[in-house]
């Protein structure tokens, strides 16, 4: 294979799969303390129309991301008041979330900008750019545009894998977070209080989820569109579950999800022998097609962490 091609999807892969690698990580940490979280679609998408609307009226990049956390994190803090201190259906909560942002985003959106739900386009003093510019013919198709020629959310998502697994396997509060998805009245009869835990836990999945989204504003495309997220906090949590609640294999299924996408853009409008030219919707159907395998395959074989869905009542 032409070394030009293999570089171009390589990079490709890294640029699709960095919001679900984000989102991905935000479930296992929210998940391993015993909490379900659905909503990272709605979350992700939060963040990217925070970071669209506060981009396009303030021109600052910081300001935007600073938005686009905030939006997140509130919401990661709304789930956890639903069902950590009110112990409501964590799944019915999610889809709440998901719904409820899938609509006030667009309403929104028609009402400041009157663009149809989107928001104007992002100066490109705003946007992320690759902190090497024009890696790619500087230092060749595979060490520039595959590794080097990337944005610093890439290489930040890539890094936080390390991070959250030495953090979980390895830290006294990432064992303390595990063993409240797992064993919450041990917790608790150790002094330690389950509901901080679970709500620190949602504080870092909405910095993580709201990390995904702004990165589709900033650096995928150059403004929010409404339900620019298609799916993608789903493919996400699907690639938690393959993962087993793990960041590594999270992160080599969120790899797996990136380079169908990559293949489906090349793969438009090319004809092969016999059959013809490839029918679109086909390409575009891959990832969600893997996605609904990997569910099908793995959720019943996935085990999960003992308390997850179940809220903790404390004993008397």
Same mark, same amino acid.
Request: one cysteine or more; a positive charge.
């Given at each position: ?82 069902? #950590?201190?009110?112990?409501?259906? /964590?799944?019915? +909560?999610?889809?709440? *979330?998901?719904?409820?942002? &899938? $609509?006030?985003?667009? @309403? ?85 209080? #389950?509901?901080?835990?679970?709500? /620190?836990?949602? +504080?870092?999945?909405? *910095?993580?989820?709201?990390? &995904? $989204?702004?990165?589709? @504003? ?99």
């Amino acid at each position: 294979m032409d070394e030009i091609l293999i570089g171009t999807l390589l990079a490709s892969t890294l640029r699709v799969a960095t919001p679900l690698i984000f989102c991905a990580l935000a479930g296992v940490i929210s998940e391993r303390s015993g909490v379900i979280d659905i909503g990272l679609e709605g979350k992700m998408l939060a963040a990217a129309f925070a970071a669209g609307a506060v981009g396009a009226l303030s021109g600052s990049t910081a300001l935007a991301l600073t938005a686009a956390l905030g939006a997140s994190v509130l919401l990661s803090m709304l789930h956890g008041y639903a069902c #950590v201190s009110h112990r409501g259906d /964590q799944v019915v +909560a999610g889809m709440a *979330i998901n719904i409820f942002i &899938a $609509g006030i985003t667009v @309403v929104l959106g028609i009402a400041w900008f009157s663009q149809g739900g989107q928001t104007p386009a992002l100066p490109d003093s705003v946007r992320l750019h690759p902190l090497i510019e024009h890696a790619g013919e500087r230092f060749g198709p595979l060490l520039g545009s595959a590794v080097l020629g990337h944005n610093i959310l890439v290489y930040l998502s890539l890094a936080l894998v390390v991070a959250v697994w030495w953090f979980l396997q390895h830290s006294t509060p990432g064992l303390r977070l595990r063993a409240v998805g797992e064993n919450p009245h041990m917790i608790d009869a150790a002094g330690i209080s #389950v509901k901080a835990l679970r709500y /620190q836990a949602l +504080a870092l999945n909405g *910095i993580l989820c709201g990390l &995904a $989204g702004s990165y589709l @504003v900033l650096a995928m495309n150059a403004a929010f569109s409404p339900h620019m997220t298609a799916g993608r906090g789903y493919m996400a949590l699907a690639a938690m579950i393959f993962g087993k609640w793990r960041p590594l294999p999270a992160l080599a299924a969120c790899l797996l999800f990136g380079f169908l996408d990559a293949i489906a853009i090349r793969l438009q409008g090319v004809v092969l022998p016999g059959i013809g030219e490839v029918p679109v919707q086909l390409i575009q159907a891959l990832p969600y097609l893997l996605t609904v395998i990997l569910l099908a395959g793995f959720m019943g074989r996935a085990i999960a962490p003992r308390a997850l869905g179940t809220p903790y009542v404390k004993e008397r």
